[in-house]
């Protein structure tokens, strides 16, 4: 078990650092000149100083080659250090850190609701012995997932903040404001929750020991919930680590639309303002954040199936 | 933005070789058997009648409406959807519906790059880890892992930073940011179909690698490809349009369909059409092409 922990300990920091040296290519290497793209956002025209240039070039170090940058910038990332903000002159770090549980509120509260509307959605429709009741449950996630967040978003601040007046449009205030964006949020990843643990809940149900619980007199209800849910919510868990990183990039669009104040709508701003190291810490973080959601997934699976043993070659598998 | 779960199962890549998806209708008995077999399915009807109206309005929008996307009436500010106005008309007066008809081609067009970036790099990167296997095979899929651990709308916003705004740009960065799941599918289509039989024969008489992979693999290995292509043709879809809604896709007054939906936005209070029925368009494109990526994933072959 050891091995295999540290075994996906490495591999996780290994994921880490090739994330972000793909951001750092793209990023850095990619817009030929990133300089005269920081000093010209914001400006009119191509109207920039010069001396301006070659004082940012020595700043962020692009006068050197390029893998002596990429060894100092990465030295720098371990440390935590992402640099300035171009456009604030804030540390991009504590940026993010800032911005991140206001975020995080939104993100968990839509996972939350996600699992249980799409969860419930699925459990419902796989039990139900009415025909029309099943196949209009079924439809519902297809067009959760083709509907776009921001249309969905709108539309229910059209609802119930214009017409009906129950809830704020914008804002970050309290549980109220929360609801709305959480719930749009919501939309395409609970729809996704329902496709996953439908089809795993509709295997399960084949399976003998349902048969033999049924045999037994449990009652249909019971052998639903107790034996099929748990044995089918555990492929499920597997996509979380998707869902997460779904739900923190979904942020940028949800927090656009409601004016939230928030690790999206510093995304949002800082692709606007061309500002390369806050984009460049939020494309790693966001790597950050499906790495340990992964992590933590795989690790806690054996401990939830018994039936996955961690072999001696630090692999897991069924036994 | 990946919104469709591609997980591997669902494309059905356990399928043995021999049952891979019928070839198109050729003879007469084809053409009505598609008949039958779209008569049976109102709702996949439907898709197709859509999608179709989609790519009509992208390269002949003159056919359903006369109106200049571009010319407003200001005196006809803010009018709701009516005969005259199907879609309303937003604040300077410009008919909504001809803007949301006109913008089907710039959306489509971006859409289209999207998924050819990711088809072709995607698929080039599948092949040849599958084929070369060996070194070459874990550098490349390791590879692949990473792009997927990064989630897919920060790529594309990570790209567009570096690329700048524009219709185009956006959909290279959507496409990009896809690439990852066509290499995997294509790696394990490679895969399964070079395992097979035919294939040991046909290198067992001489032939050569090119030959082998031209004529055997990639027609029997894509299959599950241009049904992942279909799948990422509505979810390109969305991605764009969330992009161009965040104001990176093309500058105004170009009618992209994000961008409809963000400038409908700053009305929502008194003009609703602005916002909902663009947003429409969007949604019915994008089930239809999903309904159409379901048919296509087996339920064609499975039929009896």
């Known amino acids: 078990m050891r091995r295999y922990v540290i075994k996906r300990l490495a591999q996780a920091v290994g994921v880490l ?34 001396q301006q240039i070659a004082a940012l070039r020595h700043e962020y170090g692009f006068d050197k080659p390029v893998l002596v940058q990429y060894a100092e ?10 640099g300035d903000s171009v456009s604030t002159g804030r540390a991009v770090t504590s940026t993010l850190a800032d911005a991140l549980p206001q975020t995080l509120q939104l993100t968990g509260t839509a996972l939350l609701l996600a699992v ?11 039990y139900t012995t009415q025909r029309w009741l099943r196949q209009l449950l079924l439809s519902l996630p297809p067009l959760g997932v083709s509907v776009p967040t921001f249309w969905v978003g709108l539309l229910l601040v059209e609802l119930f903040s214009f017409r009906l007046h129950w809830f704020p449009a914008f804002g970050n205030d309290g549980l109220r404001g929360l609801v709305l964006p959480a719930l749009t949020l919501a939309v395409p990843t609970g729809a996704q929750v329902a496709q996953v643990l439908a089809k795993s809940l509709l295997t399960a149900l084949d399976q003998a020991y349902i048969e033999t619980a049924r045999a037994k007199g449990a009652d249909r209800w019971r052998v639903h919930l107790r034996h099929a849910l748990r044995n089918a919510s555990l492929p499920a868990l597997t996509v979380v680590g998707l869902l997460v990183g779904q739900l923190i990039a979904g942020s940028v669009v949800v927090e656009t639309v409601f004016s939230r104040d928030g690790l999206g709508r510093v995304t949002a701003a800082a692709v606007t303002a061309q500002d390369i190291p806050l ?10 954040i499906f790495v340990t959601t992964n992590l933590v997934v795989d690790l806690v699976y054996p401990l939830l199936d018994p039936r996955i043993v961690v072999a001696s070659n630090g692999r897991a598998a069924l036994a | 933005m990946s919104q469709s779960l591609v ?11 021999d049952t891979a998806p019928g070839p198109e209708p050729r003879s007469r008995g084809d053409v009505r058997r598609l008949l039958r077999f779209l008569a049976r399915r109102p709702g996949l009807l439907l898709s197709v009648v859509v999608l179709v109206l989609v790519v009509l309005a992208s390269f002949w929008p003159g056919l359903f409406t006369s109106q200049d996307p571009l ?30 008809v006109h913008g089907a081609q710039l959306s489509l067009k971006a859409t289209l790059i999207a998924v050819l970036v990711a088809f072709v790099v995607g698929g ?43 219709t185009v740009k956006v959909a290279v960065a959507v496409g990009i940011a896809s690439v990852a799941s066509f290499a995997r599918v294509a790696r394990a289509e490679v895969l399964r179909v070079r395992q097979a039989v035919f294939v040991e024969a046909s290198r067992a008489s001489g032939a050569r690698w090119y030959s082998v992979l031209g004529r055997h693999v990639l027609p029997n290995a894509a299959g599950p490809v241009i049904v992942l292509a279909t799948l990422d043709f509505g ?17 105004p007054p170009a009618p992209e369909w994000g961008t409809l939906i963000s400038d409908g936005r700053n009305y929502l209070a008194n003009a609703w059409w602005l916002t909902a029925l663009p947003g429409l368009a969007i949604a019915a494109t994008v089930l239809a092409t999903n309904r159409i990526a379901r048919a296509l994933d087996g339920e064609w072959s499975r039929q009896p």
């Open chain 1, 17 to 50: 650092w090739a994330a972000y040296t793909v951001s750092f290519l793209v990023l850095d290497y990619l817009p030929g000149d990133p300089v005269t793209a920081m000093a010209s956002a914001g400006m009119d025209s191509g109207q920039v100083d010069p």
């Open chain 2, 124 to 166: 080039l990167l599948g092949v040849v880890a599958g084929f070369v296997g060996r070194w070459v095979d874990d550098v490349l899929m390791r590879f692949v892992d990473v792009l997927l651990s990064i989630p897919a709308l920060f790529m594309s916003l990570a790209l567009v930073t570096a690329l700048g705004y524009g």
């Open chain 2, 7 to 17: 997980d591997d199962t669902a494309l059905g890549l356990a399928r043995p070789v």
């Open chain 1, 73 to 82: 910038y990465l030295g720098r990332a371990v440390r935590g250090d992402f």
């Open chain 2, 71 to 100: 010319k407003g009436v200001p005196a006809q500010n803010f009018r709701g959807p009516s005969a005259h106005h199907w879609f309303g008309t937003d604040e300077l007066g410009r008919d909504v519906f001809s803007r949301v």
């Open chain 1, 279 to 288: 984009v460049q810490g939020v494309v790693v973080f966001g790597a950050l």
């Open chain 2, 235 to 251: 979810s390109s879809i969305l991605a764009v349009s969330a992009l161009s809604f965040l104001g990176y896709g093309a500058p």
């Open chain 1, 116 to 126: 249980l509307l799409g969860g419930g959605l699925a459990v419902v429709a796989t």
